[in-house]
Nanobody, 127 residues
Framework: QVQLVESGGGLVQAGGSLRLSCAAS????????MGWFRQVSGKEREFVAA????????DYADSVKGRFTISRDNAKNTVYLQMNSLKPEDTAVYYC????????????????????WGQGTQVTVSS
């Protein structure tokens, strides 16, 4: 079992920045690819970014490319999402998640492939 706790959400004006953190405990953090997803009430959870176990490979949704950066510190069991140039359409609850398959070499962008989830942190971007 992997337990995940997100933090760092809040209210920010358009054009501003936030950094989300996700602290993991339980099984060996470095064995799992990690992802960030977001969800607006009434809509499906959507992929934001993902990072492989050692951090060498990342993937992003087209809507956040060039603005968001995912990173991880395996020594601290933490994954981050740096969000710059925020837009009102980035408003959502942001969730971090751990891959359902440890040591997997393929990076997934679908929520189904992640089965450990945090409780979410609200990000609100005002115009």
């Amino acid at each position: 079992q992997v337990q995940l706790v997100e933090s760092g959400g809040g209210l920010v004006q358009a054009g501003g920045s936030l950094r989300l953190s996700c602290a993991a405990s339980g099984r060996t953090f470095s064995n799992y690819a990690m992802g960030w997803f977001r969800q607006v009430s009434g809509k499906e959870r959507e992929f934001v970014a993902a990072i492989k176990r050692r951090g060498g490979t990342t993937d992003y949704a087209d809507s956040v490319k060039g603005r968001f950066t995912i990173s991880r510190d395996n020594a601290k069991n933490t994954v981050y999402l740096q969000m710059n140039s925020l837009k009102p359409e980035d408003t959502a609850v942001y969730y971090c998640a751990a891959d359902r398959v440890p040591l997997r070499t393929v990076l997934s962008i679908t929520a189904y492939e992640y089965n450990y989830w945090g409780q979410g942190t609200q990000v609100t971007v005002s115009s």
